[in-house]
């Protein structure tokens, strides 16, 4: 089966630091995986990269076979590539709904975004409301971000992730902050609404979700893959407890 995503050899250095040294990792069609590692280790520049928000020194990335790497951040959101942030990125001036359609928006081509039909644009909020309302957010729809929960807000970000319709969902840290029950509503979410029919990256320090949503996990170390395979036999390997479990946070 073909990779739905290729990372050969990428390198990316920040002056003499070396953010992630000839990296390779490859994802199958629907795969997810976690990607862990102790801080500094380059998963957090393996996402900016692949977002196109730095370019690397070396390397390839191929989404479906097309090569991304150095693309901006824009050509690559089209392609199909969506994140969420461990610091929270939603548009605080936009209500629940314009979070929504703005992220939709931003995979559409320009022309269906400025001249939508009055039935499209009605198409359109129905599958809005619909998202929302899968996250228990429908009553909230007019309502501004600084309004939501934290988990609310974590829910409205996994929503515009799914708004945008990507091929590639790359999740930073997407229970940071949360209490251990809030946690399991975000994994809930994600794995009914978000995971299934698309690869995914999961950054996480929480080994309670990576091990929920990803049956294979990738561990980072000084911008090198030290391991990766299945979740509980790398998990259980000693230079991954030692770089890993040895370590504050991931």
């Known amino acids: 089966m073909a990779a739905a995503l290729e990372?050969?050899?990428?390198?990316?250095?920040?002056?003499g630091l070396t953010a992630l040294n000839a990296l390779d990792l490859a994802l199958k069609p629907g795969e997810a995986i976690g990607l862990i590692g102790p801080n500094g280790s380059g998963k957090t520049s393996l996402f900016n990269v692949l977002t196109g928000h730095h370019a690397p020194d070396a390397g390839s990335v191929r989404l479906d076979g097309n090569e991304t790497a150095g693309l901006p951040p824009p050509r690559i959101a089209a392609l199909g590539v969506a994140r969420t942030f461990q610091n929270l990125r939603l548009l605080r001036r936009l209500s629940?709904?314009?979070?929504?359609?703005?992220?939709?928006h931003a995979r559409a081509p320009w022309r269906e975004a400025l001249w939508q039909t009055p039935a499209a644009r009605r198409r359109e909020q129905d599958a809005m409301i619909s998202l929302l309302a899968l996250f228990g957010l429908a009553s909230k729809t007019h309502e501004?971000?600084?309004?939501?929960?934290?988990v609310e807000m974590r829910q409205l970000e996994i929503a515009r992730v799914l708004a945008a319709a990507p091929k590639l969902v790359l999740l930073d840290e997407p229970a940071a902050g949360m209490t251990p029950a809030?946690?399991?509503?975000?994994i809930r979410a994600i794995a009914e609404h978000l995971l299934p029919g698309r690869s995914a990256?999961?950054?996480?320090?929480?080994?309670q979700l990576v091990t929920?949503?990803?049956?294979?996990?990738?561990?980072?170390?000084?911008g090198r893959k030290i391991a990766d395979g299945p979740a509980a036999a790398v998990l259980g390997q000693g230079e991954v407890r030692r770089s890993y479990f040895g370590a504050?946070?991931?």
């Open 7 to 15: 990372i050969a050899g990428l390198s990316l250095r920040f002056g």
């Open 248 to 250: 504050a946070s991931c």
């Open 96 to 104: 629940v709904y314009e979070n929504l359609r703005a992220a939709r």
């Open 201 to 207: 990256i999961v950054i996480e320090h929480k080994v």
């Open 144 to 150: 501004m971000p600084e309004a939501l929960t934290l």
């Open 212 to 222: 929920a949503l990803c049956p294979r996990i990738a561990v980072l170390d000084a």
């Open 182 to 186: 809030e946690t399991d509503r975000i």
